[in-house]
């Protein structure tokens, strides 16, 4: 039986199809969440994906952390459901307290949308365990409010426990120690600002690196 992974839309959420599509070539099953919902529908894991959901007004992510929906993700979390958090998803998770730190502006104030680089920093989380630790992955990014921002103590607390789980190898909108994804203290939450979900087809992105991440999900879905 395939693994079933939930994917959130709020309003003005953009890449929940692009999020589905990927989720479905790994293998999963796709259930459709919106963000008025509070039944999970027996969900695996969760992908709250990315776009401008509630145009970003007050703070990215705030006003979408606070659904009813998230709630119920929130509750199913911190009982080990994988959850992943892209770009404006990840917004969403450290607005919702899931994890640590903000997205911040850009340094110099510019919407970026680019390929970058990712080093991945740890190999072993619910959603990174089809990689190797220090492999470089190519991955669009594109967001104007991507810079990770924590406080010394957060920042010695991610690094001391490996909760670092992606770089920047060029930094380019100037996140504390090039800090592109973190995870949860078990593993289970990920969330990272690059977009995985637009490398996962050949046609369409520029590699299948991110292909690995959702194949990840549903292994350790199945692992449970």
């Not at 401008?52 to 459901?81: C, E, W």
């Not at 921002?149 to 770089?167: D, P």
């Amino acid at each position: 039986m395939s693994a079933r992974i939930g994917v959130i839309t709020f309003p003005g959420t953009l890449d929940d199809v692009d999020a589905q599509r990927a989720a479905r070539i790994a293998g999963a099953e796709v259930v459709e969440l919106w963000h008025a919902d509070e039944d999970l529908r027996g969900v695996d894991a969760v992908i709250v994906p990315g776009g401008f959901s509630y145009g970003d007004y007050l703070r990215s992510g705030a006003i979408s952390a606070l659904a009813p929906v998230m709630r119920s993700v929130i509750d199913r979390a911190h009982k080990g459901m994988p959850v992943l958090g892209i770009c404006n998803g990840f917004q969403i998770l450290t607005e919702a307290g899931l994890l640590p730190g903000a997205l911040t502006r850009n340094q110099g104030l510019h919407f970026h949308c680019v390929d970058t680089y990712l080093e991945v920093a740890n190999a072993s989380t619910a959603w990174t365990s089809g990689y190797e630790e220090g492999q470089k992955i190519l991955i669009p990014a594109k967001h104007g409010e991507g810079r990770f921002q924590a406080s010394a103590e957060t920042i010695e607390e991610l690094e001391k426990e490996g909760r670092v789980v992606f770089r920047y190898t060029d930094n380019f909108n100037g996140s504390v120690h090039g800090i592109a994804g973190v995870c949860s203290a078990d593993g289970r939450v990920v969330g990272l600002m690059p977009h995985p979900e637009h490398a996962v087809e050949e046609l369409t992105g520029p590699s299948l690196d991110g292909l690995p991440m959702f194949v990840s999900a549903i292994n350790a879905t199945a692992s449970v």
